[in-house]
């Protein structure tokens, strides 16, 4: 992971997490698009990032995802997880912070977000923790607390999973 805000500080702000926010496409997947000849949409989802996010909810961290686009598949998969906060079809991002703020009594500082593009950057910035990956857009990729090392869809989310709960001291008992 590489840090713009300093890693310890980005390190302090990750104990306080108790809500990690995903943006789908760029983050959760690869951000590609695909889609049959008869109109069907397709995604792919990476295992990794999946049994992050059961590891998250199992120790207290709760997942959720605000994503512009509407996708069955994301609903699917959300399911799947356990994500019970999920909205789609949502490009008002900071109002759905801001009522997830209200809903579930947190603070800001309580809330990490995980983005790559534009529509991310004002709950980027109005959260405890923000993170991007490495194909993020550039303005966002520097307005960033830390920038994970694995490509999206490819195990970023688990890589900001696994950092989180590192920093709780809830990581070396999840070890075998």
């Known amino acids: 992971m590489k840090f713009n805000t300093s890693e310890q500080t980005v390190r302090d702000a990750a104990k306080a997490i108790s809500l990690l926010l995903l943006d789908v496409d760029g983050v959760f997947t690869d951000g590609r698009l695909y ?27 709760e ?4 994503t512009g686009r509407q996708s069955a598949l994301l609903a699917r998969r959300a399911d799947e997880l356990g994500i019970t906060l999920l909205y789609q079809g949502r ?28 529509p991310d950057l004002p709950v980027l910035t109005s959260v405890g923790l923000s993170f991007s990956v490495p194909a993020g857009h550039p303005d966002v990729r520097m307005r960033v607390d830390a920038i994970t090392d694995a490509q999206a869809g490819l195990g970023a989310v688990r890589e900001i999973g696994d950092f989180i709960l590192q920093c709780q001291d809830k990581y070396q008992q999840l070890l075998p």
């Open 35 to 61: 889609y049959s000849d008869s109109g069907e949409e397709m995604k792919t989802f990476s295992t990794l990032d999946g049994h992050g996010i059961k590891m998250l909810r199992q120790n207290g961290v």
């Open 63 to 66: 997942v959720g995802i605000i």
């Open 91 to 118: 490009e008002d991002k900071l109002n759905v912070l801001t009522d997830i703020l209200a809903e579930r009594q947190l603070s800001r500082e309580q809330i990490a977000y995980a983005g790559d593009d534009f």
